[in-house]
C-alpha cells in the first residue's frame, strides 16, 4: 500500500531559496578571503596601531584611520558585532625622543642668544658644512661632491645644476629627500649671507640673530643634537612633544568623523608590564641580552621551534635589511653581538640624552615592535580577532609583534584576522616632502570636507593603493555628493508635500487611486534587490566601490521614477523607503551622523552639536506661504487682465528674490501647485542669478539682433526718404536738368525748355512710382518707430 504524502498546513511558509551571503574579509595572514567568525560569539576584539605622535598628522593618517573607522561602522553599525576597539598611541619612539631633543636644544639655543656675532656665525656655517656632507653629498655623483672644505665655495656651481630639472630628478633617484636637504642648505647659506652683511654693517642685533636661527634650523638643530644632546635628561621633554601631537592627532581625527578608541593605550603606561614581557620571552629561549643590556628577540631560535614561524605575513621581506634597519630607529644601538641580522630589540639600553626606565638589564626603554604585543595582551589576553595597521607594517612592525606574542603566550594563533589598508599616493607619487606633495590633514581640510574625503576613500578598496587626485575629487566624488544631495531634497520636498496635501484633503472617495501600480512596484523591486547586492558587497571583504554603486545605481532609478511620474503623481511613500535606506547606508559608513532613519546624510552642524531640524521648525510656515502664492497666483491666471500681470510679478518675486537667500525653492508644477524644497542658500542663489545671467544675455542677443535689423532696414528704406514729387528737382537731380514737371512733379521738359519724348517721360514715370512705394514703405517704417517711443515713455 502506497504511502500518502501529509500534506503540510496553509500557514507553512515555503523553505526560501535565496541564498544569504556571509562576511569575508581579506586576511594578510592568509593572503585570501576568509569568512569571519569572532572567538567569542558577537564579540569583537580589534587592536588598531595609532600614531607615533611627534608632527602633524597628514594624508597618510587620514587614508588608514578613516578607512580603519570605515571597517568598524560596517562590523557594528550594519552587521551588529559588539566591537571593543582598541588603539595604541606611540608616545616614546626614537623620532620622537629625536625630535624633542632637537627642538628643546633648539630653543635653548635662540633664547640663549643675544646678539649676532662671529662666533654664532662660525657655529651655524660649521652646521651647514657637516649638513652638506652628510645630507646634501648623498644625492650627487661623484663629479659633483665637492671635496671636504671646498664646500662653500663650489655651492653657487650646485644651485645653477639645481635648477635643471632633469638634474634634480636624477639627484632624487639617489636620494628621495635630496631637495629638501638641498633647500634647507639654500636658506640656511642665504640667512649665513644676510648675518654676515650685516655684522659687517654693525647691525648685529638680537633680532638679526635669532632670524638666522630660524632660517638655519634644519642644519642646526642635528649639529646641536650630536654636540649637546646627551646632556638632555628630562624625561618630561619627550612628554611634552608627544602629549602635544596626541591632542592634535585626535583633534584631527575628530574633525575627519573618526570615532574615538574605546580603549586608548600609550606605551609610557605599560613599561613594567613590556618588562614582565621581555623577561618571560628570555625566559622561553627565544630572547638574549648583549653587554650593553639591550635586549633581542632571537629569531633563528623561534623560527621553526615547537612549530613556529616566522615573519608570516611576508615571508618574502626577512632578508631585507633596509626594513629591518628602518625598523630599529635613528637610535638603535651600535653596540655588535647580534646573532642574526632579523633579530630586533625587545629592549634597548638608554644613551645619555634619552629616556630611561629601571629593568633587569640596566637603564633602557621599550624597542619599537614590543609595545603593541604587550598591551594588545593586556587588554585582550593572548589573543584577538582583529590586528589592523597600514600595509607597511606588515614587515617587520607586525611580523615581529606576531612572533613575540607567540614566544611569549606560547600559542600559534595570536590574531586571527590582519586588516592591512593599502598604500596611499597623491597623483600618482607617494607622498613625500621633498617631491613637494605632502598634505597635512590641515591642509586638506581647508580644501575638501570630511565628508568628501571620506567619500573618495570609499570609492576605492581598503586594501588596495589609492591615488588621491584633484580629478577624482572634483569629478567622481563631488559628482556622488551632487546626485546625492540633490536626491535627498528632491525626496523630502515630495514627502512634505505629501503631508501637507493628506491634512488638507478631506477623506478619500470611492473612485480614489492606490497609487502603487507598474513603476511604484519596479521601484520597490529595485529597492529590494539593492539591499541584497548592498549586503553582498559587503560581505565581500567590506567592497564599499561596489557598494556605492549600488546606492548610486538605487537612486538613479528612483530619479528616473519621479521624473516619469511628475511630482503630482509620485507615491512618496515609496521614494521615501528609498531615501531612507540611502540615508541609513550612507551613515553606516560614517558620512552623516543622527538617526539611522531620517533622510539625508545627517551630518552634524560644523561646531559639533546637534543640527537644526530646519524641516520640522520652518516647514508649516513654509507650506502656508506657498499655499497662499499658489491661490494667488492662480486667481492671477485666471484675471486676465493687468492686474493679473502684476500679481504674477509679485508671485515671482515671492520666489525668485524674498525665499531664495532663505534657502527655499518654489519649483512650480503643471497642477498648479509648487513643490516646496530646502536647498543650501548659496546653491539657489548662485543658480538663480545664473539663470538671471542667461535672461540677461539672451535679451541682450535680442536687443542687438533687433537693433542690426533696424539698421539693416533703414539703410533700405533710406532711398525712400525723399518723397517722389520731390526726386526729380534740385537738390535729388542737378540744378537746371529739368524745366517744367506735371501736377505729380514728374519732368516734362528739359533744361532748355524742350519736351521730353515719350520714352523718356515713360522712364520718368517708372522712378515716380517705384519712389512712391518705397517713401510709403519709409513713412510706414517712421510710424512704427514712433509709436514703439511713446509706448517706452
Known amino acids: 500500500m502506497a504511502t500518502q504524502a501529509v500534506s503540510q498546513p496553509p500557514w507553512t511558509l515555503p523553505a526560501s531559496s535565496v541564498e544569504i551571503p556571509v562576511l569575508k574579509v581579506y586576511n594578510s595572514l592568509t593572503r585570501t578571503k576568509n569568512e569571519f567568525v569572532p572567538r567569542e560569539g558577537r564579540r569583537v576584539k580589534w587592536y588598531n596601531c595609532g600614531p607615533t605622535v611627534y608632527d602633524a598628522s597628514h594624508m597618510g593618517h587620514a587614508r588608514n584611520y578613516v578607512t580603519q573607522d570605515i571597517l568598524r561602522r560596517i562590523l557594528s553599525d550594519y552587521f551588529g558585532y559588539d566591537v571593543h576597539f582598541v588603539m595604541n598611541i606611540t608616545d616614546i619612539e626614537d623620532k620622537i625622543i629625536l625630535r624633542a631633543r632637537q627642538t628643546h636644544l633648539l630653543e635653548r639655543f635662540r633664547a640663549d642668544t643675544k646678539t649676532l656675532s662671529p662666533e654664532l656665525l662660525a657655529d651655524v656655517?660649521?652646521?651647514?658644512?657637516?649638513?652638506?656632507?652628510?645630507?646634501?653629498?648623498?644625492?650627487?655623483?661623484?663629479?659633483?661632491?665637492?671635496?671636504?672644505?671646498?664646500?662653500?665655495d663650489a655651492w653657487p656651481a650646485l644651485e645653477a645644476k639645481f635648477k635643471d630639472r632633469a638634474w634634480r630628478q636624477d639627484a632624487l633617484r639617489r636620494d628621495e629627500k635630496f631637495e629638501m636637504h638641498f633647500n634647507a642648505a639654500a636658506r640656511a647659506r642665504s640667512a649665513l649671507e644676510v648675518g654676515q652683511s650685516a655684522l659687517d654693517a654693525r647691525q648685529g642685533g638680537v633680532d638679526v640673530a635669532r632670524q638666522l636661527i630660524d632660517e638655519a634650523a634644519d642644519v642646526l638643530a642635528p649639529a646641536l643634537d650630536a654636540k649637546l644632546g646627551a646632556t638632555v635628561t628630562d624625561p618630561s621633554i619627550s612628554r611634552r612633544l608627544s602629549s602635544y601631537w596626541e591632542r592634535r592627532f585626535f583633534d584631527d581625527m575628530d574633525r575627519l568623523r573618526v570615532r574615538r578608541p574605546d580603549t586608548i593605550t600609550r606605551v609610557t603606561e605599560y613599561v613594567p608590564e613590556i618588562v614582565v614581557f621581555v623577561e618571560r620571552i628570555v625566559d622561553n629561549g627565544y630572547g638574549y641580552a648583549l653587554e650593553d643590556g639591550s635586549v633581542y628577540f632571537d629569531t633563528r631560535a623561534f623560527d621553526g621551534a615547537k612549530g613556529h614561524v616566522y615573519a608570516k605575513l611576508e615571508p618574502w621581506s626577512r632578508g631585507n635589511r633596509a626594513l629591518l634597519e628602518e625598523a630599529e630607529g635613528a637610535l638603535a644601538s651600535t653596540t655588535g653581538g647580534k646573532r642574526s641580522p632579523a633579530d630586533f630589540a625587545l629592549w634597548k639600553a638608554s644613551k645619555p640624552g634619552e629616556p630611561a626606565w629601571e629593568s633587569p638589564w640596566g637603564p633602557g626603554r621599550p624597542g619599537w615592535h614590543i609595545e603593541c604585543s604587550v598591551m594588545a595582551s593586556a587588554v585582550f589576553g593572548e589573543s584577538m580577532d582583529i590586528h589592523s595597521g597600514g600595509i607597511d607594517l606588515a614587515f617587520p612592525h607586525h611580523d615581529n609583534e606576531v612572533a613575540q606574542s607567540e614566544a611569549y603566550h606560547e600559542c600559534h594563533s595570536w590574531v586571527n584576522?590582519?586588516?592591512h589598508t593599502g598604500h596611499l599616493h597623491i597623483?600618482?607619487?607617494?607622498?613625500?616632502?621633498?617631491?613637494?606633495?605632502?598634505?597635512?590633514?590641515?591642509?586638506?581640510?581647508?580644501?575638501?570636507?570630511?565628508?568628501?574625503?571620506?567619500?573618495?576613500?570609499?570609492?576605492?578598496?581598503?586594501?588596495?593603493?589609492?591615488?588621491?587626485?584633484?580629478?577624482?575629487?572634483?569629478?567622481?566624488?563631488?559628482?556622488?555628493?551632487?546626485?546625492?544631495n540633490n536626491f535627498f531634497t528632491v525626496a523630502k520636498a515630495l514627502v512634505s508635500q505629501a503631508r501637507a496635501d493628506a491634512d488638507a484633503s478631506a477623506v478619500p472617495g470611492r473612485d480614489a487611486r492606490h497609487g502603487f501600480d507598474a513603476p511604484e512596484q519596479e521601484l520597490t523591486s529595485a529597492l529590494h534587490a539593492a539591499q541584497d547586492a548592498f549586503?553582498?558587497?559587503l560581505c565581500d571583504s567590506f567592497n564599499t566601490p561596489a557598494a556605492l554603486d549600488v546606492l548610486r545605481d538605487l537612486v538613479s532609478r528612483a530619479n528616473v521614477y519621479v521624473a516619469a511620474r511628475g511630482a503630482g503623481a509620485v507615491n512618496a511613500g515609496v521614494v521615501e523607503r528609498v531615501a531612507r535606506w540611502v540615508g541609513a547606508m550612507l551613515r553606516v559608513f560614517g558620512l552623516g551622523e543622527g538617526e539611522r532613519d531620517g533622510i539625508g546624510w545627517g551630518q552634524l552642524s560644523a561646531d559639533g552639536g546637534g543640527a537644526l531640524d530646519r524641516e520640522e521648525v520652518l516647514m508649516p510656515y513654509l507650506r502656508a506661504l506657498s499655499t497662499f502664492r499658489d491661490g494667488v497666483r492662480a486667481r492671477a491666471i485666471a484675471g486676465g487682465d493687468g492686474v493679473a500681470k502684476d500679481i504674477l510679478a509679485l508671485c515671482d518675486g515671492l520666489r525668485d528674490d524674498a525665499l531664495v537667500p532663505l534657502g527655499v525653492a518654489l519649483d512650480d508644477q503643471e497642477d498648479g501647485k509648487a513643490l516646496v524644497k530646502l536647498v543650501p542658500p548659496a546653491e539657489l542663489v548662485k543658480a538663480r542669478d545664473a539663470k538671471r545671467a542667461a535672461l540677461e544675455q539672451r535679451a541682450a542677443q535680442k536687443a542687438a539682433a533687433q537693433a542690426a535689423e533696424r539698421e539693416r532696414r533703414a539703410k533700405k528704406l533710406a532711398r525712400g526718404r525723399a518723397?517722389?514729387?520731390?526726386?526729380?528737382?534740385?537738390?535729388?537731380?542737378?540744378?537746371?536738368?529739368y524745366g517744367g514737371w506735371d501736377a505729380d512733379g514728374v519732368p516734362t521738359t528739359d533744361g532748355a525748355g524742350a519736351e521730353l519724348s515719350k520714352n523718356a517721360r515713360k522712364g520718368l514715370l517708372k522712378e515716380f512710382a517705384a519712389q512712391r512705394r518705397v517713401h510709403e514703405e519709409y513713412l510706414a517704417w517712421r510710424r512704427e518707430e514712433e509709436a514703439g517711443g511713446r509706448e517706452a515713455e
Do not use: C
Open 125 to 152: 656655517r660649521d652646521a651647514w658644512t657637516t649638513h652638506v656632507r652628510a645630507r646634501v653629498r648623498k644625492g650627487l655623483v661623484e663629479a659633483d661632491a665637492p671635496a671636504d672644505g671646498a664646500e662653500w
Open 417 to 419: 584576522y590582519f586588516l
Open 427 to 484: 597623483e600618482g607619487l607617494k607622498m613625500s616632502k621633498s617631491l613637494k606633495n605632502f598634505i597635512t590633514i590641515d591642509e586638506i581640510l581647508q580644501r575638501y570636507s570630511a565628508r568628501q574625503l571620506r567619500l573618495a576613500f570609499l570609492t576605492t578598496l581598503w586594501s588596495a593603493k589609492i591615488d588621491f587626485s584633484e580629478s577624482l575629487m572634483t569629478g567622481e566624488v563631488k559628482n556622488i555628493e551632487a546626485t546625492l
Open 535 to 537: 549586503r553582498a558587497a
Open 723 to 737: 518723397p517722389p514729387w520731390e526726386m526729380f528737382r534740385a537738390p535729388h537731380v542737378p540744378e537746371g536738368k
